[in-house]
């Protein structure tokens, strides 16, 4: 069995990060986005963020521009994250991967972020996981399931022995083309598609997590 999880809103809330970054650069070219904006930018990769906040502002930019304009939003989001520390976990999620690794399930990251190993290690997570596939090792993003799809292939795993934790609907939409369970961190409501949700970590047994989505 193994566990394949997403990293921003899963394991850390660096949301408000990629948030604060993206406004910079927006506020930089003349116009502004809401945080509910924001939230359609939650599993999608740095291009297609662009490409989303420029047609909000109705700016249009040559493809020269916007690999120089997704440069410096990763400029100021690189210095909002150097400061992070493993207070910034979720709650439960430390624990959870300590309970996975003792009974020997596997741990593989599936983010679309190509920040996240140094996410990971200024967190203090990375030594749980066997498998990081990021933004740097995939050529489609999530809805498409190939992050996860690497990710079991480095566990050795086929889809159906593992479960994928996600918080974005791009991202239970992937785990569930691929032929994954699906776990939902955050509200049943939007994330509809997952065979199961959780608020948090706390307290989660992973052989109960296997049942619930068994029978889902
Ligand atoms: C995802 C985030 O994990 O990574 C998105 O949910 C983000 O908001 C994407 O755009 C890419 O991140 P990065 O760090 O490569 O710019
Ligand atoms: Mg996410």
């Given at each position: 069995m193994g566990c394949i999880f997403d990293l921003?809103?899963?394991?850390?809330?660096t949301a408000k990060y990629h948030f604060q970054a993206w406004k910079q650069l927006a506020n930089d070219l003349g116009f502004d986005f809401s945080e509910a904006d924001n939230?359609?930018?939650?599993?999608?990769s740095r291009a297609e963020s662009l490409n989303l906040i420029l047609g909000w502002g109705g700016v249009q930019v040559s493809e020269a521009e916007k690999l120089h304009l997704m440069e410096k939003k990763n400029r100021v989001y690189l210095d909002l994250i150097?400061?992070?520390?493993?207070?910034?976990?979720?709650?439960?999620v430390a624990e959870f991967l300590e309970h996975l690794t003792q009974n020997q399930i596997a741990i593989a990251l599936g983010s679309a972020s190509k920040n996240a190993e140094i996410i990971l290690e200024k967190v203090e997570l990375?030594?749980?996981?066997q498998v990081l596939i990021d933004g740097n090792k995939v050529s489609k993003s999530k809805p498409d399931p190939e992050v996860f799809l690497k990710g079991a292939e480095g566990l050795g795993?086929?889809?159906?022995n593992c479960i994928v934790f996600e918080d974005a609907e791009k991202g239970l939409e992937a785990a569930k083309a691929g032929g994954f369970y699906a776990i939902g961190v955050g509200d049943p409501a939007v994330l509809f598609e997952a065979d199961y949700c959780i608020?948090?970590?706390?307290?989660?047994?992973i052989h109960d997590l296997f049942n619930k989505v068994k029978k889902a």
């Open positions: 921003d809103g899963v394991i850390v809330d939230e359609k930018l939650k599993g999608v150097n400061e992070m520390n493993p207070s910034e976990i979720l709650p439960g990375k030594h749980y996981f795993l086929a889809p159906e608020q948090n970590f706390e307290g989660q047994d």
